[in-house]
């Protein structure tokens, strides 16, 4: 009996382990604001001294602005407010992105590897979804049509997107639960790396020909250097 209760206690430990290390560091104190000016690199940010913290620290300004959706093809703007933006948030788990959409704009099929992101839509219409992981041999498309006012949450780490179906412009603001979420755009990691994924990998993994993929290489390689 003892034997079984120490493996449960063992087990537990581990879980409570991998929870903690699946997530943003816990604050030990008040805050940890971040050094912009470190001497050592540790995962997150090195403490500011709290003699030097202000209250600027924890503040930022220009959420009211609307993004540029005119300088990409996809027609969308979206503008962080993370631990880069706002030293304060170091330790705390949070961040916060406004997104604009021009008419037809689409945030493209992305996912924050190290956040849950809750989406609220302050103007207009949004067709808005998510895919599952592979589970068995399906992949599952969870989508909604959104207005203003409306709520999504997509899951950490899974592939989502948001499309602007209505005729004027669109905004939307989204918490996620990382000082620093991360970003994969999907067609920009698998098309635009550099070097570049060779095609003979590309074309097997999507069933089309070489030239197709380099046509798609060439593409984003236009893109990222506009």
Same mark, same amino acid.
């Given at each position: 009996m003892?034997?079984? /209760?120490?493996?449960?206690?063992? &087990?537990? @430990?581990?879980? +409570?382990a991998h929870a903690v290390l699946a997530s943003d560091p816990s604050p030990l104190q008040d805050f940890c604001v971040a050094d912009d000016n470190p001497k050592v690199f540790v995962n997150g940010a090195v403490c500011k001294n709290m003699n030097d913290v202000t209250a600027d620290d924890f503040y930022t300004s220009g959420l009211d602005? $609307? !993004?540029?959706?005119?300088?990409? #093809?996809? !027609?969308? #703007?979206v503008t962080a407010v993370n631990v880069n933006r706002i030293p304060g948030l #170091?330790? /705390? !788990?949070? +961040? &916060?992105?406004?997104i604009d959409y021009a008419p037809n704009g689409l945030n493209p099929p992305h996912t924050h590897p190290r956040a849950t992101e809750i989406l609220v839509v302050l103007e207009g219409e949004l067709y808005v979804g998510f895919v599952t992981s592979n589970i068995g041999q399906t992949n599952r498309l969870f989508t909604k049509n959104l207005k203003k006012g409306d709520v999504?949450?997509? $899951?950490?780490? &899974?592939? %989502?997107?948001? /499309?602007?179906? !209505?005729? %004027?412009?669109?905004? @939307?603001l989204a918490g996620l639960s990382s000082q620093n979420p991360g970003v994969i755009t999907i067609a920009k990691a698998v098309f635009g790396s550099t070097p570049p994924i060779s095609d003979d990998v590309l074309a097997k993994a999507f069933q089309v020909d070489k030239r197709l993929v380099d046509w798609l290489q060439a593409q984003q390689w236009t893109d990222n250097n506009n």
């Open positions: 003892a034997v079984k /209760l120490l493996l449960v206690a063992v &087990l537990l @430990a581990l879980a +409570s602005q $609307p !993004g540029n959706t005119n300088n990409n #093809n996809v !027609g969308s #703007n #170091n330790t /705390l !788990g949070i +961040s &916060l992105v406004r999504f949450v997509f $899951p950490e780490g &899974l592939i %989502h997107f948001q /499309l602007n179906t !209505g005729k %004027h412009n669109a905004v @939307a």
